[in-house]
């Protein structure tokens, strides 16, 4: 499994705690929020007094300096999202396994699909509930991957990859028949369909890296979720007894063998676009689909290719159903306001040094350069 998703601050504590300090962030983030909603209410009039600063981990580039509450709100929510995602992540990757035996437990399977669905549910609320409530002005300065557009796209990437484990338990499963299967992959091909158009709305408005990157991810998951889904539906139709419908059935599986190869073409370029990435190696449903995509496609070609011979009119591909969503983001709601906001007397320390407002919360790291 690969998730790929635009954060530094994932990357970084991945590294350095391999995953422990998720827990005790997130929870940091979300007492920071209870206290940083008691901002955003109008009746205190701080909703545009402090200045908030985001910079790029990687160089210390500051990214972002903005004077509203809600922004920060937003970079927290987003924050947590991807920490999320990242927790998703590793509950996907075995602690002792070989590379080329993958083993990973039905249970941090669901785990994972839970987490994924629990990002969705951060980023829809950040679409629908903050961008909402920042000015015009505001919102065409936010960096790329804080975009309406491109937090809708890695929202339905979760979602998609939430149905592409889905798929991959029902495979394992013997319980699971080929209707459900079909469904889940035809599932996951429209969640990727609408992330990728989310993501290049994205990349045509901006043109930023890290956009481009994630296009790049899901335009070879996207390729990757036909192929599954015209290689289930071919199986049903080949169950038919029809010889019409076997043929369709063959052209299914040629389709899906043709985009599988298109596929590893498209994990390659996304793997050589900066920065640089190596792909894991095929695991759950793919890694039972790249082997029995191209065995199948061969095996009717040989069976049905002469009856093609004799009517190219029988040549079609057919048309994959269309399915009713299953898996929907996880409903998220603000925590309540820090009960400090409710206190009738504040007291503030006097420092020994006297300084105004402006002064006092002032960064000295980010003075501007002369």
């Not at 793997?271 to 792909?279: F, G, I, S, V, Y």
């Not at 095996?299 to 190219?312: N, P």
């Not at 009119?313 to 409903?331: C, R, T, V």
Request: glycine share 4%.
């Amino acid at each position: 499994m690969h998730i790929n998703y635009s954060s530094n601050i994932s990357m970084i504590i991945y590294i350095y705690s391999g995953g422990s300090a998720i827990t005790e962030l997130t929870k940091a983030l979300e007492e920071y929020l209870s206290l940083l909603l008691g901002l955003t209410n109008k009746e205190h009039g701080l909703q545009e007094l402090v200045e908030f600063r985001w910079k790029e981990l990687e160089d210390g580039r500051q990214v972002s300096c903005v004077q509203n509450s809600w922004f920060e709100v937003l970079s927290v929510l987003h924050m947590m999202a991807m920490l999320t995602l990242m927790e998703a992540n590793l509950k996907l990757i075995p602690k002792e396994s070989a590379l080329s035996e993958r083993l990973v437990s039905p249970d941090c399977m669901r785990d994972a699909v839970d987490l994924l669905l629990k990002a969705a549910g951060y980023l829809n609320f950040c679409i629908h509930n903050v961008l909402l409530r920042l000015p015009t002005d505001i919102k065409n300065k936010l960096p790329s991957v804080m975009q309406g557009s491109f937090l809708d796209a890695i929202s339905h990437q979760a979602l998609a990859q939430g149905t592409e484990v889905q798929l991959g338990l029902a495979v394992q499963s013997k319980n699971a028949t080929l209707s459900v299967k079909r469904r889940l992959a035809c599932e996951q091909l429209i969640f990727f369909a609408k992330a990728y158009n989310c993501c290049l709305s994205q990349v045509n408005e901006n043109g930023a890296a890290a956009s481009k990157k994630q296009l790049l991810f899901i335009k070879w998951k996207h390729l990757e979720a036909k192929a599954a889904a015209y290689y289930y539906h071919g199986l049903i139709l080949d169950k038919c007894t029809e010889p019409s419908s076997h043929v369709s059935a063959m052209c299914c599986f040629l389709a899906a063998e043709e985009l599988l190869v298109e596929s590893k073409k498209a994990c390659l370029t996304f793997c050589l676009a900066e920065p640089t990435t190596r792909a894991s190696p095929p695991w759950g449903a793919m890694k039972h689909l790249h082997k029995k995509i191209p065995e199948t496609a061969l095996k009717k070609s040989q069976m049905y290719g002469c009856i093609l011979e004799q009517d190219k009119g029988l040549k079609k591909l057919a048309e994959l159903p269309e399915f009713q969503l299953s898996l929907k983001p996880d409903e998220y709601e603000l925590p309540e306001v820090d009960c400090a906001w409710d206190s009738a007397k504040w007291e503030i320390p006097v420092p020994a040094v006297q300084t105004t407002l402006k002064e006092h919360l002032n960064d000295p790291d980010h003075q501007p350069q002369t």
